[in-house]
Protein backbone atom coordinates (compact mmCIF):
# COMPACT_ATOMS: atom_id res chain seq x y z
CA UNK A 1 0.00 0.00 0.00
CA UNK A 2 1.26 3.59 -0.85
CA UNK A 3 0.45 6.64 0.48
CA UNK A 4 -2.31 8.55 -1.76
CA UNK A 5 -2.88 12.35 -2.07
CA UNK A 6 -5.90 13.49 -2.80
CA UNK A 7 -7.40 17.15 -4.05
CA UNK A 8 -10.59 18.39 -5.53
CA UNK A 9 -10.99 19.22 -8.83
CA UNK A 10 -12.68 21.81 -10.60
CA UNK A 11 -14.11 22.16 -14.53
CA UNK A 12 -16.69 22.89 -16.75
CA UNK A 13 -18.67 20.34 -18.56
CA UNK A 14 -22.57 19.94 -19.35
CA UNK A 15 -23.23 23.60 -18.65
CA UNK A 16 -21.94 23.02 -14.99
CA UNK A 17 -18.96 23.04 -13.24
CA UNK A 18 -17.92 20.08 -12.15
CA UNK A 19 -16.37 18.65 -9.31
CA UNK A 20 -14.25 15.33 -9.31
CA UNK A 21 -11.95 14.03 -6.68
CA UNK A 22 -8.35 12.80 -7.89
CA UNK A 23 -6.71 10.53 -6.04
CA UNK A 24 -2.86 10.62 -6.64
CA UNK A 25 -0.28 7.29 -5.04
CA UNK A 26 3.33 8.00 -3.91
CA UNK A 27 5.83 9.01 -5.74
CA UNK A 28 6.78 12.05 -8.43
CA UNK A 29 6.57 9.82 -11.88
CA UNK A 30 3.98 9.03 -14.41
CA UNK A 31 1.97 6.09 -14.15
CA UNK A 32 -1.44 4.73 -15.32
CA UNK A 33 -4.45 6.36 -14.94
CA UNK A 34 -8.19 5.26 -14.49
CA UNK A 35 -11.01 7.41 -15.11
CA UNK A 36 -13.83 6.45 -12.96
CA UNK A 37 -17.48 7.34 -13.27
CA UNK A 38 -19.99 7.47 -10.67
CA UNK A 39 -23.83 6.13 -11.23
CA UNK A 40 -26.96 7.75 -11.77
CA UNK A 41 -27.34 9.76 -8.57
CA UNK A 42 -23.51 11.71 -8.92
CA UNK A 43 -20.37 11.38 -7.31
CA UNK A 44 -20.18 10.78 -3.70
CA UNK A 45 -17.63 9.21 -1.01
CA UNK A 46 -18.33 5.52 -1.97
CA UNK A 47 -16.80 6.69 -5.66
CA UNK A 48 -14.15 8.56 -4.11
CA UNK A 49 -12.98 5.77 -1.84
CA UNK A 50 -13.04 3.73 -5.00
CA UNK A 51 -10.41 6.57 -6.41
CA UNK A 52 -8.18 6.37 -3.52
CA UNK A 53 -8.70 2.75 -3.76
CA UNK A 54 -6.96 2.82 -7.06
CA UNK A 55 -4.15 5.38 -6.24
CA UNK A 56 -3.19 2.66 -3.09
CA UNK A 57 -2.41 0.30 -5.57
CA UNK A 58 -0.35 2.82 -7.75
CA UNK A 59 -3.07 4.19 -10.42
CA UNK A 60 -3.60 8.19 -10.77
CA UNK A 61 -6.75 8.56 -10.88
CA UNK A 62 -10.21 10.67 -11.12
CA UNK A 63 -13.67 10.15 -10.21
CA UNK A 64 -15.55 12.25 -12.33
CA UNK A 65 -18.91 14.36 -11.95
CA UNK A 66 -22.21 14.03 -13.38
CA UNK A 67 -24.39 16.68 -11.54
CA UNK A 68 -22.01 20.03 -11.15
CA UNK A 69 -21.58 18.85 -7.25
CA UNK A 70 -25.14 17.45 -6.70
CA UNK A 71 -25.81 14.07 -5.02
CA UNK A 72 -29.27 13.54 -5.65
CA UNK A 73 -31.07 11.22 -3.27
CA UNK A 74 -34.59 12.02 -4.46
CA UNK A 75 -34.83 9.14 -7.12
CA UNK A 76 -37.41 11.33 -9.21
CA UNK A 77 -34.92 14.17 -9.16
CA UNK A 78 -32.18 11.77 -10.06
CA UNK A 79 -33.95 10.02 -12.95
CA UNK A 80 -35.01 13.87 -14.66
CA UNK A 81 -31.38 14.53 -14.74
CA UNK A 82 -29.87 11.05 -15.75
CA UNK A 83 -32.48 10.08 -18.10
CA UNK A 84 -31.83 12.21 -20.85
CA UNK A 85 -28.53 12.61 -20.48
CA UNK A 86 -28.30 8.41 -20.75
CA UNK A 87 -30.77 9.54 -24.54
CA UNK A 88 -28.07 11.86 -26.01
CA UNK A 89 -24.71 10.10 -26.85
CA UNK A 90 -23.21 13.48 -27.54
CA UNK A 91 -23.82 14.74 -24.19
CA UNK A 92 -22.22 12.03 -22.29
CA UNK A 93 -19.29 12.01 -24.40
CA UNK A 94 -18.67 15.99 -23.67
CA UNK A 95 -18.42 14.95 -19.69
CA UNK A 96 -16.76 12.22 -20.44
CA UNK A 97 -14.39 14.24 -22.53
CA UNK A 98 -14.19 17.13 -20.18
CA UNK A 99 -13.34 14.57 -17.40
CA UNK A 100 -10.85 12.97 -19.48
CA UNK A 101 -8.90 16.27 -20.14
CA UNK A 102 -8.53 16.77 -16.30
CA UNK A 103 -7.11 13.68 -16.26
CA UNK A 104 -4.31 14.09 -19.05
CA UNK A 105 -3.90 17.52 -17.69
CA UNK A 106 -2.66 15.78 -14.75
CA UNK A 107 1.51 15.58 -15.00
CA UNK A 108 1.23 12.07 -13.32
CA UNK A 109 -0.57 11.08 -15.58
CA UNK A 110 0.96 8.52 -18.74
CA UNK A 111 -1.62 9.67 -21.19
CA UNK A 112 -0.43 6.55 -23.27
CA UNK A 113 -1.84 4.26 -20.53
CA UNK A 114 -5.46 4.83 -19.87
CA UNK A 115 -8.31 3.05 -18.64
CA UNK A 116 -12.49 4.08 -17.99
CA UNK A 117 -14.43 2.20 -15.81
CA UNK A 118 -18.02 3.20 -14.48
CA UNK A 119 -21.00 2.45 -12.82
CA UNK A 120 -24.63 3.26 -14.11
CA UNK A 121 -24.57 6.28 -15.76
CA UNK A 122 -20.87 6.82 -15.16
CA UNK A 123 -20.14 3.31 -17.05
CA UNK A 124 -22.51 4.51 -19.88
CA UNK A 125 -19.93 7.49 -20.27
CA UNK A 126 -17.25 5.46 -20.40
CA UNK A 127 -18.65 3.22 -23.12
CA UNK A 128 -19.48 6.66 -25.31
CA UNK A 129 -15.49 7.47 -24.98
CA UNK A 130 -14.71 4.00 -26.35
CA UNK A 131 -17.41 4.49 -29.27
CA UNK A 132 -16.21 7.76 -29.61
CA UNK A 133 -12.80 6.66 -30.25
CA UNK A 134 -10.44 7.38 -27.37
CA UNK A 135 -7.61 5.39 -26.70
CA UNK A 136 -8.23 3.48 -24.01
CA UNK A 137 -6.32 0.61 -22.28
CA UNK A 138 -9.85 -0.73 -21.11
CA UNK A 139 -13.02 -0.11 -20.42
CA UNK A 140 -15.04 -1.91 -17.51
CA UNK A 141 -19.01 -1.28 -16.33
CA UNK A 142 -21.16 -2.29 -13.70
CA UNK A 143 -24.88 -1.92 -14.36
CA UNK A 144 -23.93 -0.17 -17.91
CA UNK A 145 -25.49 -2.07 -20.98
CA UNK A 146 -25.90 0.81 -22.78
CA UNK A 147 -26.05 0.39 -26.64
CA UNK A 148 -24.46 3.07 -29.03
CA UNK A 149 -25.21 4.34 -32.81
CA UNK A 150 -25.57 2.25 -35.15
CA UNK A 151 -21.43 1.36 -35.84
CA UNK A 152 -20.01 3.13 -33.61
CA UNK A 153 -18.87 0.19 -31.02
CA UNK A 154 -16.32 -0.30 -34.13
CA UNK A 155 -14.22 2.36 -33.05
CA UNK A 156 -13.59 0.73 -29.47
CA UNK A 157 -9.96 0.16 -29.43
CA UNK A 158 -9.52 -1.71 -26.11
CA UNK A 159 -11.29 -4.66 -24.70
CA UNK A 160 -14.52 -4.03 -22.55
CA UNK A 161 -15.95 -5.64 -19.26
CA UNK A 162 -19.27 -4.86 -18.49
CA UNK A 163 -21.09 -6.82 -14.89
CA UNK A 164 -24.56 -6.78 -14.66
CA UNK A 165 -26.93 -8.43 -11.55
CA UNK A 166 -29.11 -11.13 -13.24
CA UNK A 167 -32.29 -9.80 -11.33
CA UNK A 168 -31.86 -6.25 -12.45
CA UNK A 169 -35.18 -4.85 -14.41
CA UNK A 170 -33.40 -1.60 -15.48
CA UNK A 171 -30.70 -3.75 -17.23
CA UNK A 172 -33.20 -6.97 -18.67
CA UNK A 173 -31.99 -9.57 -20.67
CA UNK A 174 -33.57 -8.05 -23.78
CA UNK A 175 -30.77 -5.43 -23.20
CA UNK A 176 -27.91 -7.85 -22.52
CA UNK A 177 -28.32 -9.45 -25.56
CA UNK A 178 -28.39 -5.98 -27.71
CA UNK A 179 -24.97 -5.25 -25.55
CA UNK A 180 -23.72 -8.43 -26.87
CA UNK A 181 -24.60 -8.44 -29.74
CA UNK A 182 -23.46 -4.83 -30.88
CA UNK A 183 -20.51 -6.11 -29.16
CA UNK A 184 -19.64 -8.86 -31.26
CA UNK A 185 -20.77 -7.73 -34.87
CA UNK A 186 -18.20 -4.75 -33.81
CA UNK A 187 -15.21 -7.05 -33.32
CA UNK A 188 -14.74 -5.86 -30.28
CA UNK A 189 -12.60 -7.73 -27.27
CA UNK A 190 -15.56 -8.19 -24.64
CA UNK A 191 -17.06 -10.07 -21.55
CA UNK A 192 -20.45 -9.88 -19.47
CA UNK A 193 -20.86 -11.30 -15.94
CA UNK A 194 -24.11 -11.67 -14.84
CA UNK A 195 -23.78 -12.18 -11.13
CA UNK A 196 -26.77 -14.33 -9.79
CA UNK A 197 -29.33 -12.95 -7.62
CA UNK A 198 -27.81 -9.68 -8.15
CA UNK A 199 -30.32 -6.11 -8.78
CA UNK A 200 -29.42 -2.96 -9.75
CA UNK A 201 -26.48 -1.06 -8.08
CA UNK A 202 -25.85 -4.24 -6.30
CA UNK A 203 -22.19 -2.80 -5.63
CA UNK A 204 -23.17 0.34 -3.57
CA UNK A 205 -23.66 0.08 0.11
CA UNK A 206 -27.20 0.78 1.45
CA UNK A 207 -28.16 4.52 1.25
CA UNK A 208 -30.87 6.19 3.75
CA UNK A 209 -32.78 7.06 1.12
CA UNK A 210 -35.57 6.20 -1.43
CA UNK A 211 -34.32 4.27 -3.98
CA UNK A 212 -36.45 3.37 -7.23
CA UNK A 213 -37.68 -0.37 -7.50
CA UNK A 214 -34.91 -3.07 -7.91
CA UNK A 215 -32.24 -1.59 -6.43
CA UNK A 216 -30.28 -3.72 -3.83
CA UNK A 217 -27.11 -4.07 -2.21
CA UNK A 218 -25.54 -7.38 -2.58
CA UNK A 219 -22.18 -7.51 -0.10
CA UNK A 220 -20.49 -10.45 -1.95
CA UNK A 221 -21.32 -9.81 -5.29
CA UNK A 222 -20.19 -6.08 -5.24
CA UNK A 223 -16.84 -7.42 -3.56
CA UNK A 224 -16.73 -10.13 -7.01
CA UNK A 225 -17.61 -6.76 -9.02
CA UNK A 226 -14.60 -4.96 -7.67
CA UNK A 227 -12.19 -7.55 -8.05
CA UNK A 228 -13.21 -8.54 -11.26
CA UNK A 229 -12.55 -4.97 -12.40
CA UNK A 230 -8.99 -5.07 -10.56
CA UNK A 231 -8.11 -8.23 -12.49
CA UNK A 232 -9.04 -6.35 -15.67
CA UNK A 233 -6.72 -3.69 -15.19
CA UNK A 234 -3.89 -5.81 -13.96
CA UNK A 235 -4.28 -7.51 -17.30
CA UNK A 236 -4.76 -4.50 -19.79
CA UNK A 237 -3.45 -1.35 -17.45
CA UNK A 238 -0.36 -3.13 -15.60
CA UNK A 239 0.84 -0.85 -12.93
CA UNK A 240 4.73 -1.70 -14.61
CA UNK A 241 4.51 -1.61 -18.76
Same mark, same amino acid.
Given at each position: ??????????????? $??????????????????? $??????????????????? $?????????????????????????????????????????????? $???? %???????????????????????????????? %????????ALTTGRPGEA????????????????????????????????????????????????????????????????????????????????????????
Amino acid at each position: MTTVTTRTVRYPADG $LTMIGHLALPAGTGRGPAV $LLGPEGPGLNDVHRHRADA $LAELGYVALAFDLHGGRWFTDPQEMLARAMPLLADPDRMRDIGHAA $LDVL %LDEPRTDPDRIAAIGYGTGGAIALELGRDGVD %LRAIGTVNALTTGRPGEAARIRCPVWAGVGSEDPIMPPAQRDAFAAEMQAAGVDWRLVVYGGAQHAFHHPPVDHAVVPGVAHHPLHAERAWCDILALLAECLPLTP
